[in-house]
């Protein structure tokens, strides 16, 4: 009888479609790490923000703090660069996202090609013990 094991199935298919799954995967992990690095910095401008309107005496309410808030993030252009990136780091994860599910839609209808050929061959075989071959 011919089976095949779960774990058979790389060798099967391709070890290639397994590392580029592989690949593609690290690559999703290693732009959320990136991200994570950007929000943090992110994080740290939004806080230095913050603190100096909610230091200055010369603002008398929540709008003029909120306002001043937005000049210091405005003029900082390290903080404008963090979030130029991102932008781009969620393009590029939502990408690699992309790209992971191909390949893993791959890999799923390479097993369901393996399963059919399979099952083809053990119905040939019992075919051919029903006519006596």
Known sequence: MLTMQLNHYPAAL?????EDIAQAAR?????????MAVQRQINRFEGHADRTA????????DAQRRARRFEVLLVNQE???????LVQLNTEKANAVTHLEYLRNQFSVAKL???LTIA??????ESRELVGL
Do not use: W
């Open 113 to 115: 090609q393996a399963r």
């Open 54 to 61: 909610a230091f200055d005496i010369d603002l008398k309410n």
């Open 14 to 18: 391709g070890a290639a479609l397994v």
């Open 27 to 35: 690559r999703v992990n290693e732009i959320d790490s990136q991200l």
């Open 79 to 85: 903080y404008q660069s963090s979030m130029d990136t």
């Open 120 to 125: 083809q061959q053990l119905t040939d075989f």
